[in-house]
Nanobody, 122 residues
Framework: VQLVESGGGLVQAGESLRLSCAISGPTYSSSSMAWFRQGPGKEREFVLGIRWTGTGERYADSVKGRFTISRDSAKKSVYLQMSSLRLEDTAVYFC????????????????WGQGTQVTVSS
Protein backbone atom coordinates (compact mmCIF):
# COMPACT_ATOMS: atom_id res chain seq x y z
CA VAL A 1 0.00 0.00 0.00
CA GLN A 2 1.27 3.43 -0.92
CA LEU A 3 -0.13 6.77 0.19
CA VAL A 4 0.44 9.96 -1.79
CA GLU A 5 -0.60 13.34 -0.44
CA SER A 6 -1.29 16.40 -2.54
CA GLY A 7 -2.90 19.80 -2.27
CA GLY A 8 -0.53 21.61 0.02
CA GLY A 9 0.53 25.16 -0.57
CA LEU A 10 0.79 28.70 0.72
CA VAL A 11 -2.40 30.34 1.96
CA GLN A 12 -3.27 33.34 4.07
CA ALA A 13 -4.72 33.11 7.54
CA GLY A 14 -8.46 32.60 7.44
CA GLU A 15 -8.44 30.86 4.08
CA SER A 16 -9.28 27.26 3.26
CA LEU A 17 -7.38 24.40 1.70
CA ARG A 18 -8.15 20.78 0.88
CA LEU A 19 -5.56 18.04 1.01
CA SER A 20 -5.93 14.71 -0.72
CA CYS A 21 -4.41 11.33 -0.01
CA ALA A 22 -4.50 8.80 -2.82
CA ILE A 23 -4.24 5.16 -1.80
CA SER A 24 -2.75 2.53 -4.04
CA GLY A 25 -3.23 -1.10 -3.15
CA PRO A 26 -6.03 -2.84 -1.27
CA THR A 27 -8.23 -1.10 1.25
CA TYR A 28 -10.09 -2.83 4.04
CA SER A 29 -13.13 -1.95 6.10
CA SER A 30 -11.09 -2.80 9.18
CA SER A 31 -8.55 -0.06 8.48
CA SER A 32 -8.50 3.59 9.45
CA MET A 33 -6.97 6.59 7.80
CA ALA A 34 -5.62 9.61 9.60
CA TRP A 35 -3.93 12.91 9.04
CA PHE A 36 -0.96 13.95 11.14
CA ARG A 37 1.13 17.08 10.94
CA GLN A 38 4.58 18.15 11.96
CA GLY A 39 5.35 21.82 12.40
CA PRO A 40 8.84 23.33 12.46
CA GLY A 41 10.70 22.07 15.49
CA LYS A 42 7.69 20.11 16.71
CA GLU A 43 6.80 16.48 17.06
CA ARG A 44 4.37 14.83 14.73
CA GLU A 45 0.84 15.27 16.03
CA PHE A 46 -2.51 13.67 15.26
CA VAL A 47 -5.00 15.89 13.48
CA LEU A 48 -7.96 13.67 12.66
CA GLY A 49 -8.86 10.15 11.63
CA ILE A 50 -11.69 8.10 10.23
CA ARG A 51 -12.48 4.45 9.70
CA TRP A 52 -12.46 3.35 6.09
CA THR A 53 -16.18 2.62 6.51
CA GLY A 54 -16.67 6.36 7.00
CA THR A 55 -17.48 6.14 10.69
CA GLY A 56 -15.60 6.69 13.90
CA GLU A 57 -14.24 10.15 13.23
CA ARG A 58 -11.76 11.43 15.73
CA TYR A 59 -10.45 14.98 15.94
CA ALA A 60 -7.71 16.81 17.77
CA ASP A 61 -9.16 19.61 19.90
CA SER A 62 -7.06 22.17 18.05
CA VAL A 63 -8.92 21.57 14.77
CA LYS A 64 -12.47 20.85 15.89
CA GLY A 65 -14.94 23.02 14.02
CA ARG A 66 -12.32 23.98 11.43
CA PHE A 67 -11.07 20.75 9.82
CA THR A 68 -13.02 17.80 8.51
CA ILE A 69 -11.97 14.43 7.16
CA SER A 70 -13.76 12.42 4.53
CA ARG A 71 -13.05 9.54 2.23
CA ASP A 72 -14.20 8.41 -1.18
CA SER A 73 -14.04 4.65 -1.40
CA ALA A 74 -14.58 4.64 -5.18
CA LYS A 75 -11.60 6.93 -5.68
CA LYS A 76 -9.63 5.30 -2.86
CA SER A 77 -8.86 8.69 -1.46
CA VAL A 78 -9.03 10.49 1.84
CA TYR A 79 -9.45 14.22 2.14
CA LEU A 80 -8.64 16.84 4.73
CA GLN A 81 -10.73 19.97 4.38
CA MET A 82 -9.19 22.82 6.33
CA SER A 83 -10.90 26.13 6.92
CA SER A 84 -10.18 29.21 9.01
CA LEU A 85 -6.51 28.39 8.78
CA ARG A 86 -4.19 29.86 11.40
CA LEU A 87 -0.50 30.55 11.45
CA GLU A 88 -0.05 27.64 13.85
CA ASP A 89 -1.50 25.24 11.27
CA THR A 90 1.71 25.61 9.27
CA ALA A 91 3.21 22.14 9.02
CA VAL A 92 3.95 19.18 6.81
CA TYR A 93 0.76 17.12 6.67
CA PHE A 94 0.97 13.35 6.46
CA CYS A 95 -1.59 10.75 5.57
CA UNK A 96 -1.36 7.46 7.45
CA UNK A 97 -3.10 4.10 7.68
CA UNK A 98 -3.57 1.51 10.38
CA UNK A 99 -5.65 -1.55 11.06
CA UNK A 100 -8.32 -0.82 13.65
CA UNK A 101 -9.94 2.36 14.89
CA UNK A 102 -8.23 5.71 14.45
CA UNK A 103 -5.96 6.57 17.36
CA UNK A 104 -3.76 9.55 18.04
CA UNK A 105 -0.43 7.71 18.35
CA UNK A 106 1.79 7.93 15.30
CA UNK A 107 3.51 4.64 16.12
CA UNK A 108 0.18 2.83 15.70
CA UNK A 109 0.16 3.50 11.95
CA UNK A 110 2.05 1.27 9.56
CA UNK A 111 1.78 3.16 6.27
CA TRP A 112 2.69 6.77 5.68
CA GLY A 113 2.76 9.17 2.80
CA GLN A 114 5.66 11.48 2.06
CA GLY A 115 3.85 14.56 3.33
CA THR A 116 2.69 17.82 1.81
CA GLN A 117 3.66 21.27 3.07
CA VAL A 118 1.01 23.70 4.22
CA THR A 119 2.16 27.21 5.00
CA VAL A 120 -0.19 29.79 6.46
CA SER A 121 0.90 33.41 6.25
CA SER A 122 -0.47 36.51 7.93
Amino acid sequence: VQLVESGGGLVQAGESLRLSCAISGPTYSSSSMAWFRQGPGKEREFVLGIRWTGTGERYADSVKGRFTISRDSAKKSVYLQMSSLRLEDTAVYFCARRTGSPVDRADAYDRWGQGTQVTVSS
